[in-house]
């Protein structure tokens, strides 16, 4: 992630939420910055470091107890390549016996029988790998290193051996857009549990390939067609970073006269659009907690500060948990609290993480801007 030179306005005269506390659903913790890949589209623009400010083991199990204080979630133990830390088995257990649920998300690469053995033993219960291309060529050319598709399948392969579930995650750009049903398909064949699609939010190496995100109208048309693979595919289904989807969701239950079921716990919770804030979080390698990987807001360190204590009461969480601080036409948009816009993308085209969101087709019903 590159430092930005444009700062978000105060918003400290926005109401805050009505309660502090926000139910702390998912955490996606950068455990390190070190990579083995340099994918196109890295947030982190991750290299193989070292980097430093790095959280010592003592201060990642400190911080676990303190994640457990707040709440009950599942964690995301991401990167960089996670595995790249030494002692990611040992804060794998910890979180596992305190009770949460840990998860990984490796690219596959450095998956060995030992490594995912020791997975298993650390009580990893799912991974989730990428997949950006159903072939090697599309694959390797997004991840920017020879041989990471094979790689990842045998990984794959590696992990479901010993046991260990997984979910295959795609990031939609216009060079693969038409291979999704194809990625969809090799996720069946490969026996995953699960399918999250994520759209381009254009931030770290993002930047550098914005003129690949998919426009206003193939981002419905995409959202669309993954509506109509729910009855389809074995594969839970979610979409992240795609807002949208969860009003396409209610709009197309509605005209078929169904009623729209959500699942509300796990990985595949499909609950609302943006959760950055309201139910998620990130957590940097330095220790930095954001609202989500791609928004860039400084909301405090838990070298500082206590987990729990910018959780419950950093000013840009306290924001987000009122869809009333939205402006432009999410603040009049009838979905805001099912969307609620893509904040990250609202920050990168704006400044502003509570405008309106630039990817949408969708006018309100009721054309009252809120400025």
């Not at 954001?290 to 360190?301: A, K």
Request: net charge neutral.
């Amino acid at each position: 992630m590159t430092e930005h030179t444009h700062t978000h306005p105060h918003h400290g005269h926005h109401p805050h939420a009505e309660k502090k506390g926000s139910e702390l659903r998912l955490v996606a913790w950068e455990v390190t910055r070190n990579c083995n890949l340099s994918c196109v589209h890295c947030r982190a623009s991750a290299t193989m470091g070292p980097y430093t400010g790095e959280l010592e083991t003592d201060a990642c199990l400190s911080l676990i107890d303190d994640i457990k204080e707040t709440g009950d979630p599942i964690v995301i133990l991401t990167g960089g390549e996670p595995l790249l830390r030494p002692d990611i088995f040992e804060i794998a257990r910890y979180g596992t016996d305190k009770g949460l649920r840990m998860v990984m998300a490796p690219n596959g690469t450095l998956i060995s029988e030992a490594a995912a053995k020791r997975m298993a033993d650390a009580g990893i219960r799912r991974i989730s790998i990428s997949l950006d291309g159903a072939t090697r060529e599309k694959h390797d050319a997004f991840r920017g290193v020879p041989g990471a598709f094979e790689g990842a399948l045998k990984g794959i392969r590696i992990a479901k051996a010993v046991g260990i579930e997984f979910q295959i995650n795609t990031t939609i750009t216009k060079s693969n857009l038409d291979e999704m049903p194809k990625i969809q398909a090799l996720a069946v064949e490969l026996g995953a549990v699960a399918h999250h699609i994520f759209l381009l939010v254009p931030t770290g190496r993002g930047k550098y390939i914005a003129d690949q995100a998919i426009d206003a109208a193939q981002y419905e048309t995409a959202l669309n067609w993954f509506y109509d693979q729910r009855d389809k595919t074995p594969l839970q289904l979610k979409a992240t970073c795609a807002p949208h989807y969860y009003r396409i969701l209610r709009q197309r239950a509605s005209e078929e006269g169904k009623q729209v079921t959500f699942q509300t716990h796990g990985l595949d919770a499909v609950t609302r659009g943006c959760l950055g804030g309201t139910g998620f979080c990130f957590i940097s390698h330095t220790g930095t907690v954001q609202p989500c990987g791609f928004l860039e807001l400084d909301c405090g360190n838990v070298k500082r500060t206590s987990f729990k204590e910018i959780w419950n009461h950093a000013e840009p969480f306290l924001a987000l948990r009122n869809v009333d601080n939205l402006t432009g036409k999410c603040g009049c948009c009838e979905y805001r609290r099912v969307c609620g816009g893509c904040r990250a993308r609202a920050y990168e085209a704006t400044g502003d993480y509570l405008s309106e969101e630039p990817l949408c087709t969708y006018q309100p019903a009721s054309k009252k801007q809120k400025n």
